[in-house]
């Protein structure tokens, strides 16, 4: 069945039990994925990857998987990214089959009206299909204000503007931002908290401008020399180390779905037009080239060890420059060797 804006909150976080798919499509996949985590934080299942190459080669596969029990016990849900064509039959079988243990959750991006796929799904009573797109205005502000709920913070709609344009209305990065906010002042669901501009001017996504981008983009870029320069540049016992982090998280936020769609067929230049407004005209360039450098496994492992060092770097006493300078010339090498 086809959820609209005012359904999808309940479907997801009061998961049915008759639900054997969740496909959460459309141009924000971004929202997709946060969709899918927060399934899969109601449901307090792990998630178990299927690969859509896989489902096509053994379409009976994923009734298979969707039907087994897990062997460390516990609940799990089957993530399927990115959703392709590939796995219409399995889909297919497993509304067929019995009902099942595990329900799948498909992340796909913009699905055409003649999708297989689509069509299966919004038909199916066993389904739940939603479209994400990014939010604008005031819906951009309640996206804020109702993730910051669940991290325990109270947002009001000033601070809630403030945060949606830093991210770009973006709720994977604004889930980031709030998150790492709620750390920052000890607030939790049980423990709420106000979030006030003080704390965004310390940890924020726009609290740095300028040479943090520059940095990230060096270090992706594989530029050794230049990126030595400006870390050589930061001042000692500076505060740029965590905006320099954020600042490549962001990077690495709008890089991995768009490299995912190149990995699936689309054509690099069909995946840099549709970033539009995201990638400015002089950064047009050097992203391309930044596509066309990572796999969407490596800008994952890189994605791992930013979060790892920028946890590292909010409990410290001082943000550590040369932490962050190891971290960035580790980048540099890898790209240069891809």
Known sequence: MKATKGSIGRAIDQPASAIRLYLLHGPDEGQSRALGARLLEALGATKFIVAAGAVKSDPAMLVDEAGALSLFGGKRALWIEP????????????????APESPVVAIAGTLPKSSALLKLAESSPQAVAFAS??????????????????FGLKVSPPVAARLAESCGNDQAIAAQE??????????????????????IDAVGADSAEGN???????????????????????????????????????????LAPARARIERGEPVDAVMTSLGRAVN?????KV??????????????????????ERSLIFSPAPDREALGE???????????L
């Open 83 to 98: 959703a392709t064509k590939d796995i219409e039959e399995g889909v297919a079988a497993l509304f067929e089959g019995p």
């Open 133 to 150: 797109y990014a939010p604008e205005g005031r819906d951009a502000e309640r996206m804020v204000t109702d993730l910051g709920r669940r």
């Open 178 to 199: 709030l998150q790492k906010l709620a750390l920052f002042i000890d607030a939790s669901p049980q423990t709420p908290k106000e979030l006030d501009g003080g704390a």
């Open 212 to 254: 943090v981008q520059r940095l990230a983009d060096l270090a992706l870029a594989g530029q050794m020399d230049q990126l030595a320069d400006e870390l050589a540049r930061m001042p000692v016992g500076g505060s740029e180390a965590i905006p320099a982090v954020r600042s490549l998280h962001r990077r690495l936020l709008m």
């Open 281 to 285: 005209f002089k950064e047009q360039g």
């Open 288 to 309: 391309r080239r930044m596509l066309e450098t990572w796999s969407a496994d490596n800008l994952a492992t890189v994605a791992q060890r930013a979060g790892e060092l």
């Open 327 to 337: 971290e960035l010339l580790a980048i540099a090498r890898k790209a240069r060797r």
